[in-house]
């Protein structure tokens, strides 16, 4: 493990020159490069700060080999997503997204959908309207899933809100075995792409008819892979930095 391959491998993923790091930090150049090749220790206040800049633990920055993550997070991209409609549920529970997801499946089986389409894809989103005290009390959360209706199915199946999604434009990443650290993976994914369109956050309102966010999560060659969309015109563009968690 080296420290200063860990903070080399961290800002070039991040694409910052060594100026610009050392800026952000208020280090000369020469620091950084001190840094990166191990002739001097960041002091404990800058790891902390390299840590919340390159969003991960001081642990893990300290002692692991971070160059071994290059390959958890793809790049990012911009994709327009056409319209389509979709019909979702919201559930609030200690383990939503497994709850929510058993229930649409087996919705998606009465109503006939994937008799239609077998391969009928699945997304899901935060539902953020927990109150604290039902998430502190009781250890609530929010999920919403939906599955996207395919042209020409029609059912009257009931037991989920039909709604429609206009075109929109989305920057995209792929975090790979996304549920081996869902809790470090899956946020930095978000981070990620709120630092590539420069963003500290949602807008308070959001587009109408148009999803913020959601993920989709599916199998390749045998690895578990989730796609994160954050719609570009529903975030707040303030900065190159941002709390997002």
Known sequence: MSLGKN?????KQKKVTQEQLAEWMSVSRQTVSKWESDEVIPE??????L?????????????????????????????????F???????????????VNTYLNA???????????PDAKLIGWDFPYVSLELQSRFGLRGYVAAYILPEGF??????????????????????YDPFAAAFERIPNGYK???????????????KENVLSCFEYVYESNGVT???????VDSVSKTGAFTNFS
């Not at 892979?225 to 719609?231: A, G, L, Q, T």
């Open 7 to 11: 903070i080399q491998f961290l800002r």
């Open 44 to 49: 404990l206040s800058k790891l902390v700060e």
């Open 51 to 83: 840590s919340d800049m390159f969003a991960c633990k001081l642990d893990n920055l300290v002692r692991e080999d971070m160059t071994v993550h290059g390959d958890i997070y793809s790049e990012i991209v911009i994709k327009t997503v056409k319209p």
């Open 85 to 99: 409609r979709m019909g979702r549920y919201v559930m609030v529970t200690p383990n939503p997204e497994d709850d």
């Open 107 to 117: 919705w998606a089986k009465r109503s006939g959908l994937l008799d239609f389409k």
């Open 154 to 175: 029609e059912t009257s199946c009931p037991g989920v809100e039909y709604a429609e999604q206009a075109e929109a434009d989305y920057a995209v990443i792929t975090v």
């Open 192 to 206: 990620r792409i709120m630092e590539y369109l420069q963003a500290n956050g949602f807008k308070e309102k959001p």
């Open 225 to 231: 892979c989730m796609d994160v969309y954050i719609h």
